[in-house]
C-alpha cells in the first residue's frame, strides 16, 4: 500500500484566477493615485475654506454660492466628492473584509456601504450642477453681493 | 507586488526582534497603520455627513446657514481641529504607503517620523489660527 505524502510546507495551491479583470488589484492602485489627487483637492479645500480670511466663522450661504458658481471650484468639490467617496468606500470595505466574520453580516455591511456611496455622488453631483445662488423670496442679506435686488 | 515591497531583508529580519516577514506587526509599521485605520473611519462618517450639511444649499439659504453656524461654535471648533488632525495623519501617512509600496520599504520607520514632523509642522500652522477664527467670533 502506498500513500502520498504531501511536501512539509508547500505553500497551498490556490485555484488559478479565471480570466477578467483584477479588481483588487485596481482597487489597490485607485487608493493611491486618488490619495495622492485628494491631498491636493482637500489640502486646498481646508486652506481656503478654514485658513483664509476668518475661516470657519466667514462660511455662510453666500461663501459657499460664490464657490459654486465658479467654474474652477465647481470641478474641484466634484472631483473632490467622487475620488474622496469612491476613496472612503473603498476603505471601508476593506475593513469590513477584515473584520466582519459572517458573510451576512459583510454583505449587509458591504451593501450599506455601496447604497451610501452611490446615494451621496448622485445627491452631491445634482447640488454643484444644478445649484441656484440666488433663490427667488430670499432675504437679500443672505444671498451673495452679485445676486440682482428683488 | 505590495506583499513583495514590504517584505523585510533577510538581514533585517535576523537582526530584528519583532515578528520577521511583515512591516505591519509591531512598533512603527503596526502604530501607523492602526492610525491609518482610525483616521480613516472617522474621515469616512465625517464625510457623510458634510455632504449631507452642504446639500442644503439646494434647500434654503436659512436652512444651510442654520447648520453651518453650529460649526462654528467653540465645541465644534475643537472638533474641526481633531479633524484637521485626522485628515493631515491620514495624507500624510497614505503618501509614505505609497512611498513604501512603490519606493523603499527599508526607510518605513524613518518616514513614519517624518510623517510626525510634518503633522506637528502642519498643525503648528493651523491650529492656532483656527482657534482664533473659532473663539474670537
Not at chain 1, 467622487?82 to 476603505?91: K, P, Q, S, V
Not at chain 2, 511583515?22 to 492602526?34: A, K, N
Not at chain 2, 526607510?107 to 517624518?114: G, H, N
Given at each position: 500500500m502506498t500513500s502520498?505524502?504531501?511536501?512539509?510546507?508547500?505553500?497551498?495551491?490556490?485555484a488559478p484566477r479565471s480570466r477578467g479583470v483584477n479588481w483588487e488589484k485596481w482597487g489597490w492602485i485607485y487608493m493611491r493615485v486618488s490619495g495622492v489627487v485628494l491631498v491636493v483637492l482637500i489640502f486646498g479645500h481646508l486652506f481656503?475654506?478654514?485658513?483664509?480670511?476668518?475661516?470657519?466663522?466667514a462660511l455662510n450661504f453666500a461663501f459657499v454660492a460664490g464657490k459654486l458658481t465658479t467654474p474652477f471650484w465647481m470641478v474641484w468639490d466634484v472631483l473632490m466628492l467622487?475620488?474622496?467617496?469612491?476613496?472612503?468606500?473603498?476603505?471601508m470595505r476593506t475593513l469590513v473584509n477584515d473584520y466582519a466574520t459572517q458573510r451576512l453580516t459583510r454583505g449587509i455591511l458591504k451593501s450599506a456601504i455601496l447604497a451610501a456611496v452611490v446615494i451621496l455622488i448622485v445627491l452631491g453631483t445634482l447640488v454643484v450642477f444644478t445649484f441656484d445662488p440666488c433663490p427667488a423670496g430670499s432675504p437679500a442679506d443672505l444671498l451673495p453681493s452679485f445676486c440682482p435686488a428683488s | 507586488m505590495p506583499e513583495q515591497a514590504a517584505t523585510l531583508t533577510s538581514q533585517q529580519k535576523t537582526t530584528s526582534r519583532r515578528p520577521a516577514g511583515?512591516?505591519?506587526?509591531?512598533?512603527?509599521?503596526?502604530?501607523?497603520?492602526?492610525l491609518h485605520r482610525i483616521t480613516g473611519v472617522a474621515i469616512f462618517f465625517f464625510l457623510l455627513v458634510h455632504i449631507l450639511?452642504?446639500?442644503?444649499?439646494?434647500?434654503?439659504?436659512?436652512?444651510?446657514?442654520?447648520?453651518?453656524?453650529?460649526?462654528?461654535?467653540?465645541?465644534?471648533?475643537?472638533?474641526?481641529?481633531?479633524?484637521?488632525g485626522a485628515i493631515v495623519f491620514h495624507a500624510f501617512n497614505g503618501?509614505?504607503?505609497?512611498l513604501i509600496d512603490f519606493w523603499n520599504a527599508k526607510?518605513?520607520?524613518?518616514?513614519?517620523?517624518?510623517v510626525i514632523a510634518l503633522w506637528v509642522v502642519t498643525m503648528l500652522a493651523f491650529v492656532p489660527r483656527h482657534l482664533i477664527n473659532v473663539f474670537s467670533h
Open positions: 502520498t505524502i504531501e511536501a512539509p510546507r508547500s505553500p497551498y495551491s490556490r481656503v475654506n478654514l485658513m483664509v480670511g476668518e475661516g470657519v466663522s467622487w475620488l474622496a467617496l469612491i476613496h472612503g468606500g473603498n476603505g | 511583515t512591516l505591519y506587526r509591531g512598533r512603527e509599521g503596526m502604530w501607523s497603520w492602526v450639511d452642504t446639500a442644503l444649499v439646494r434647500v434654503s439659504p436659512e436652512a444651510y446657514n442654520a447648520v453651518i453656524s453650529s460649526y462654528q461654535t467653540p465645541i465644534m471648533g475643537l472638533g474641526e481641529t481633531a479633524l484637521v503618501l509614505r504607503i505609497i526607510y518605513q520607520k524613518a518616514m513614519f517620523y517624518v
